[in-house]
Structures are given as structure tokens and as C-alpha cells.
């Protein structure tokens, strides 16, 4: 599988008893990492024993130490070399599980850009093969249909497109007809109203609500070009809109220890299910049961393949 990340970055993770706007914190650990949800992605996959490329547009500055940390980690990395510097990400997790994440725009970047990481993707696609997850935000000046452009491209190949992007990339690339999305329930119903939906508190909202929503959002997306939706609702689990129905699927009960990734997670264990020959319902349920593997541990992207089978994961 090939997962394109375009907007790379630091994570850096600040551990805190508790956090509160406009007070002094003194995080109890630091660590700082590769990050970005196609990082997340890879790593899942990679725990779960299925190769992944990473692709993603690596800034010069601080590029060096980037590629090293992924390296580091047993990643498989192809970058596209741009200008600019390594945008960061800081997330601050409590010791609730609660977290709080600040994301930098990233290098300022235009077409010519893209047209490399296209041609770049193109050449690996033939040799790695689908299925082929655009994941992440998009670097700022960087064309809004970028991830509709890797779709088409995708597709000229038969390769599976699954897509995970904020918003306007998102809106941008349901015209290209994306072989799945995999919005969250907020992103999902934004975009199907056409207005600014504040997130969802999915976990106080009632079940029943909760499913009705997440199938309506489903659908909508579908109607707006996707081949296949999902609306993911955290603890509660996920719509998918599938073969023109919607199917209800459960999260397991799990205790969360980190919930950043979680998204990222149920990505990279469709895909890998997808990559091992499964239908479409069949690796969203494997998705479903990898992003509740992932919260427990406090990595983000990380599983363990063993609590995956537990709970009931595809072999």
C-alpha cells in the first residue's frame, strides 16, 4: 500500500495531570516525533505487518532530522524535497486521556509542488501498488483539489483511493469519485450542510442519534461523489455507506489511554484489509477494531496485532 501524507511534521507530545487555558503547565514528559495522520497510517500498518510507503513533501529546513526519525522508526519513506521548513504539532495529553493539539499551517508551497508529488506518486504507485490513502491536512498555497488529482490518478491505475482530509480538500475531492472517505462525524455533517458544524461530543450524545446522523452524513457524502462513506463517531463506532445502504458498526469497549491517531488508525486497518483481499464492509469492521486497539496505547498510530486479533480483527 501507498499512503501519501503531503503536510509532514513534528509531534511534539507534552504529558500534564492536568491542563487549563491561560495557567502555567509542567508537562511531566516531552517526546517528540514524526508526525502527521499519514505517519499514523504507516505505523499502524507497519505494526500490523502489512509494507507501506510513505510519501510525503519534506521542507529543507529540519527536513534531515524528519526523515531520520522516520527512518529511525522502521518506516518506509519516499520524500519530494520542497522549500520551506517542518511545520510542528503540539499536543498536550492529560492523564484523563484527554487531549488538546496545536497544529501549524506548514511551508508555503504552489503547483509546480504538486505537479512533482503527483509524477512522484505515479512512479511509485507502479511499483508498490494500491491501495493508495491520501491522509492529512494540505500545505498552505498548495491546490485545494490536490488529493482529487492523487484520486484520478489512483483510479487510472486501479488502485483502491481511500481519502481522510479536512474539510475543503475533502469537499474538493468527492467530485473525482474516491473509492472511500472516512470523514468524522462533525467534518462529515459540515460538509453535507454546507455550514461550519461545531464538533460532535459523540460520547454524551445519545446512541440512537448519534447512528441516525452519521447515516444521513454517510449518504450525503455519497451523494456528493464518493463511491463508499464512512462517518466515524468515536466510542460509539461507525456509519458505513456502502453498495447504496448504510451499515452500523460498534466500537468494542476499550479503556482510551490516547485517543490522538484513532482516526488514522481505523484508516490504515481498512486499507490493510483491503490490501489482504477483503471486501469493503470487512475491512471497515477490521478499521473499526484496529482504531480501538490504538487508543489504548499511548503512541499514536501504534497497535498491538495481538489485542487486534482479541477483539476481533481480521487474521
Known amino acids: 500500500m501507498l499512503v501519501v501524507n503531503p ?51 519534506l521542507a529543507d529546513r529540519e527536513g534531515r ?21 517542518v511545520r510542528s504539532a503540539t499536543i ?41 490513502v491520501c491522509s492529512g491536512s494540505l500545505p498552505p498555497g498548495l491546490p485545494v483539489d490536490a488529493f482529487a488529482r492523487l484520486t484520478t490518478l489512483g483510479r487510472r491505475v486501479d488502485a483502491a483511493v481511500v481519502v481522510d482530509a479536512a474539510r475543503a480538500a475533502l469537499e474538493a475531492t468527492l467530485p473525482a469519485g474516491p473509492d472511500l472517505v472516512t470523514p468524522n462525524l462533525a467534518e462529515a455533517e459540515g460538509l453535507v450542510s454546507g455550514t461550519v458544524v461545531e464538533d460532535v461530543e459523540t460520547e454524551r450524545t445519545a446512541k440512537a442519534e448519534v447512528v441516525d446522523r452519521a447515516a444521513k452524513a454517510a449518504l450525503g457524502l455519497v451523494e456528493r461523489g464518493a463511491r463508499r462513506a464512512v462517518v466515524t463517531a468515536g ?5 458505513a455507506a456502502v453498495d447504496g445502504t448504510t451499515t452500523w458498526i460498534d466500537a468494542p469497549a476499550v479503556a482510551v489511554a490516547n485517543p ?54 481480521l487474521r
Request: a negative charge.
Open 65 to 85: 532530522r524528519l526523515s531520520e526519525l522516520l527512518r529511525g522508526e522502521g518506516l518506509d519513506f519516499s520524500p519530494v524535497p520542497v522549500a520551506g521548513e
Open 92 to 132: 498536550v495529553l492529560e492523564s484523563s486521556g484527554r487531549a488538546t493539539v496545536l497544529n501549524e499551517p506548514g511551508p508555503v508551497l504552489g503547483e509546480s509542488d504538486l505537479d512533482r508529488l503527483l509524477a512522484h506518486v505515479e512512479a511509485e504507485l507502479a511499483s508498490v501498488g494500491g491501495p493508495l
Open 235 to 239: 466510542g460509539h463506532g461507525v456509519s
Open 7 to 57: 503536510n509532514l511534521c513534528f509531534d511534539r507530545t507534552l504529558t500534564v495531570e492536568e491542563f487549563a487555558v491561560g495557567t502555567v503547565s509542567r508537562p511531566s514528559s516531552v517526546v517528540v516525533s514524526a508526525g502527521g495522520k499519514g505517519v499514523n497510517v504507516a505505523r499502524t500498518a507497519r505494526d500490523l505487518g502489512e509494507p507501506a510507503l510513505l510519501v510525503g513533501l
Open 260 to 313: 490522538i491517531g484513532a482516526g488514522d488508525s481505523f484508516t490504515s486497518g481498512v486499507a490493510v484489509a483491503l490490501a489482504r483481499g477483503a471486501d469493503w464492509l470487512d475491512a471497515v469492521r477490521h478499521g473499526v477494531v484496529v482504531a480501538s486497539a490504538a487508543v489504548e496505547r499511548h503512541g499514536a498510530g501504534r497497535v498491538d496485532p495481538t489485542r487486534v486479533a482479541a477483539l476481533g480483527g
